[in-house]
């Protein structure tokens, strides 16, 4: 389902763009790649947790800076699907509409868990 003109989950392929590792790997070689990942594995679960808290009792602030930040750091490591999830989640709560958000909440955390295991395997993959 589409949120507010933003493309449904699966209209998008890809869990990971790979061309973001590849983008970070440039920047800062493997390094940077392998922090970047091991950060987002390390604080999404707590972003996302507090998305679904907050739908849980509709908290649209507490859902907004949870998805927020959320939808940044998918972005940097290219996590496309969780990216686009997070933001359907953060228009939903910028708007009021809570109504949406435990539908939302509950797209943001497939594709949380989705983005998590293909970047546990990535980040395997990163040799130093």
Do not use: W
């Amino acid at each position: 389902m589409a949120f507010n003109g933003l493309a449904s989950l699966s209209e998008m392929e890809l869990v990971l763009d790979p061309t973001a590792i590849t983008r970070l790997i440039r920047i800062g070689g493997v390094k940077l790649a392998r922090q970047m990942v091991g950060l987002f594995l390390e604080h999404g679960p707590d972003r996302v947790a507090a998305a679904e808290a907050g739908a849980v009792v509709g908290d649209c602030r507490m859902v907004e800076a949870a998805t927020h930040s959320l939808k940044s750091s998918a972005g940097n490591v290219g996590a496309a699907r969780l990216q686009q999830a997070s933001a359907a989640l953060e228009l939903a709560a910028q708007e009021g509409r809570t109504a949406d958000l435990a539908g939302a909440s509950a797209a943001l955390r497939t594709e949380y868990d989705a983005a998590e295991a293909s970047l546990t395997t990535r980040l395997s993959e990163l040799v130093p």
